[in-house]
């Protein structure tokens, strides 16, 4: 099925250092949701957004449902060593559709 | 609260031997069910998906399938494995409408010798 198209594709950066992501698409979304997967778990739901233009925060996480309704992106400020994984955005229209993630290393 | 049951965690199979993984969801009624495909931990396929009892759609043509006895119990299956199936196995449930956040279980990493 159809995936987002989610950016970059992975990073490496030093520890307190601000992180941003996003996540387009060619259609527009009802839903904009971000999730981490720690390596040989589940995806776990981090932020879900319900409307356009709504910024959410959760800790040091921030996420925002574009305008558009057809991007969103992800902000992690000061990251430290456990942030470290793979972040996913998923949309939903009529369907349930995922990013292709992010891989992020935090070096200490 | 809710929560979703997978397992095993780790499967090693031969080559054409059959597969059962299974899912189970706790604290909730009627929930959609869903099987995913990770390979590489990158990129979720999606494989199967339920609305009720007994309703499977299937998403990609394959060598598995997926039935839903009850409620929330979902199973992927397979007759034959081919080396082509390993891969890391997820299930994920929803409360039945549309465009509402689906949640993980811990999956199975399924590896064909």
Not at chain 1, 71 to 77: A, G, K, P
Not at chain 1, 82 to 99: K, L
Not at chain 2, 7 to 34: D, F, I, K, M, R
Not at chain 2, 80 to 101: E, N
Request: charged share 10%; with cysteine; hydrophobic share 35%.
């Amino acid at each position: 099925g159809q995936q987002l198209n989610q950016s970059p594709q992975s990073m490496f950066i030093q520890e307190g250092e601000d992180v941003s992501m996003n996540c387009t698409s060619s259609s527009i979304f009802n839903t904009w949701l971000w999730y981490k997967q720690e390596p040989g778990e589940g995806p776990v739901l981090l932020i879900a957004l319900y409307k356009a233009g709504e910024l959410t925060s959760n800790g040091r996480l921030t996420a925002q449902f574009g305008i558009t309704r057809k991007d969103s992106f992800l902000n992690i400020s000061a990251s430290i060593p456990s942030d470290v994984g793979i972040y996913f955005c998923a949309g939903t229209g009529n369907q349930f559709y995922f990013g292709t993630g992010t891989s992020l290393t935090v070096i200490p | 609260s809710q929560t979703i049951h997978q397992w095993p965690a780790t499967l090693v199979q031969p080559v054409g031997s059959p597969l059962s993984l299974e899912c189970t969801v706790e604290g909730t009624s009627n929930p959609n069910l869903y099987w995913y495909r990770q390979a590489a931990g990158r990129g979720l396929q999606l494989l199967f998906y339920s609305v009720g009892i007994g309703q499977i759609s299937s998403e990609v043509p394959q060598n598995l399938s997926a039935s839903r006895p009850q409620d929330r119990q979902f199973i992927l299956s397979s007759k034959k494995l081919l080396l082509s199936d390993s891969g890391f196995y997820l299930c994920a449930w929803s409360v039945s409408r549309v465009a509402q956040p689906q949640h993980f279980g811990d999956g199975t990493r399924l590896s064909i010798l």
